[in-house]
């Protein structure tokens, strides 16, 4: 990377970061005691927009599948899965360390690794060898010493592997099915950063898809999952000349896979991984001495499995920065409706008036039955749309003294500025309308 586009690409990630803090997208975790290196808080917009990123994706992975069940398993798992599954082994990442100042760097991050060497021109050799390093999160269970060590699981999936019999036996299931599940998972990542693309806690939302072992099936199901799921981040806005796959090569492929590809969002740090798609094999029910029994034939073997793998909160951060928009004077956030925190901001045009105060109350609560709605009532016109634009909110309501004689209102559209006179009784079909886009 040049270094102009270097400040550039600064320059955007800081303007998002402010904005996320200053509208209560995301905060620093625990800011107030300094903050705490690869955890984040989401505040009040960030948790509407990630429930709606997971409820979307819920929607599109699980309901309007025939042949998808979700579950949602614990966090901490007997350890005897950690082991089972290879991640006390093989869940590890190669750990660098300077030796001048002891910072500790993922030798694989070569931008940090060569920004890092800038800040000791003078000196040769500076890294010590490649260590591995594991990057379970480990807890001590137990009230009596020596606690038993346990772990914050590294990946959701196994959580479907271990249920893999209960589903199917509680439920009429039939191969090929898949097993979805949202929830977070944790690492103990060397190198955080990027505001929330790599932190310490995040969370995944996954889809476990067993098939029989065919080569063939299986690679028809790998490439169909692989389309499903680029055509789901373009259906919420992400420009798709943004988006790209790309195979990992065998010699670094994880320890589970047999083949995988990552869809990858050009970030302004650079190309990135939000979800990987993964041919799991029978690695995992094998470990685990599971089958799956046909009943109509009796035959019974270890199924194959093909995995979707993504991160809410990278995926939050991409739909962000896709969706920040600078226009002269005007910043917005172009998010899709579907996704954005709120779907109508409803103002009094005076807050000392009561008399609109009141009928704008009145939209307000009515409006509020069906759609996601804030209210404002501070500042000016202008001001209130400037914060609304920064937040994402679609459609501005305005109550004005023409609302009292006519029962009509203004809708002002975020991504075109332009405003319309719509009657109070049609004001939520119209919003329907527009969602349903
Ligand atoms: P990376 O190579 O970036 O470390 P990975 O290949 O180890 O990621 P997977 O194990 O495939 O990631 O996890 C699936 C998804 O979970 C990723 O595509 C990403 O969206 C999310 N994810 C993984 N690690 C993190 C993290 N530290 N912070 C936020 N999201 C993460």
Not at 44 to 64: L, R, T
Not at 67 to 72: C, F
Not at 219 to 244: A, C, N
Not at 298 to 318: K, Y
Request: hydrophobic share 35%; glycine share 6%.
């Amino acid at each position: 990377m040049d270094i102009d586009k270097q400040n550039v690409s600064l320059g955007v990630m800081e303007k998002i970061t402010s904005l996320a803090k200053r509208r209560g997208f995301i905060f620093q975790g625990s800011e107030i005691y300094g903050g705490y290196q690869g955890f984040w808080d989401y505040g009040p917009a960030g948790v509407e927009m990630k429930n709606n990123i997971k409820k979307e994706w819920w929607k599109y992975m699980v309901s309007e599948q025939e042949n998808v069940v979700g579950i949602d398993a614990a966090i901490i798992m007997n350890p005897k899965v950690w082991e089972k599954s290879g991640h006390l082994k093989a869940f590890t990442d190669p750990l660098v360390e300077c030796k001048v100042c002891n910072k500790r760097f993922r030798e694989d991050s070569e931008d940090s690794i060569s920004e890092h060497e800038k800040t000791h021109k003078d000196e040769k050799d500076i890294w010590t060898k490649a260590k591995t390093f594991n990057l379970m999160t480990e807890v001590l269970l137990g009230t009596t010493e020596p606690k038993e060590k346990s772990y914050l699981r590294g990946e959701i999936t196994q959580g479907a592997f271990v249920n893999f019999k209960n589903v199917v036996d509680s439920n009429r299931v039939k191969i090929p099915f898949g097993i979805a599940q949202i929830g977070k998972a944790f690492r103990n990542e060397i190198t955080p950063g990027n505001l929330t693309f790599r932190s310490r806690e995040f969370e995944q939302m996954e889809l476990e898809y067993f098939v029989k072992p065919s080569d063939g099936e299986s690679k028809e199901t790998f490439e169909y999952f692989k389309e499903m799921r680029k055509k789901w981040y373009e259906s919420l806005g992400i420009d798709p000349k943004k988006l790209r796959f790309h195979d990992h090569e065998p010699d670094k492929i994880a320890h589970y896979a047999r083949y995988a590809t990552d869809l990858e969002y050009e970030a302004p740090f650079g190309w990135s991984e939000f979800e990987g798609i993964h041919h799991r094999g029978d690695y995992d029910l094998k470990n685990h001495g599971l089958t799956y029994k046909d009943n109509l034939t009796g035959e019974e073997f270890t199924p194959w499995v093909i995995e979707t793998s993504g991160g809410v909160d990278r995926a939050m951060l991409f739909f962000l920065i896709d969706a920040y928009t600078e226009d002269g004077e005007r910043v917005y956030l172009k998010l899709n409706p579907r996704i954005s925190p709120y779907k109508v901001a409803v103002f009094p045009l005076l807050a000392n008036k009561p008399e609109l105060l009141s009928k704008a109350r009145d939209v307000y609560k009515d409006l509020k039955a069906n759609f996601n709605v804030v209210w404002d009532d501070r500042g000016n016109i202008g001001k209130r749309y400037f914060a609304q634009d920064e937040i994402g909110t679609p459609w501005c309501v305005t109550v004005d003294f023409e609302s009292l004689d006519d029962n009509t209102v203004t809708v002002r559209d975020r991504d075109t500025a332009s405003q319309e006179r719509i009657a109070i009784d049609n004001l939520s079909e119209y919003f329907q309308n527009r969602l349903r886009k």
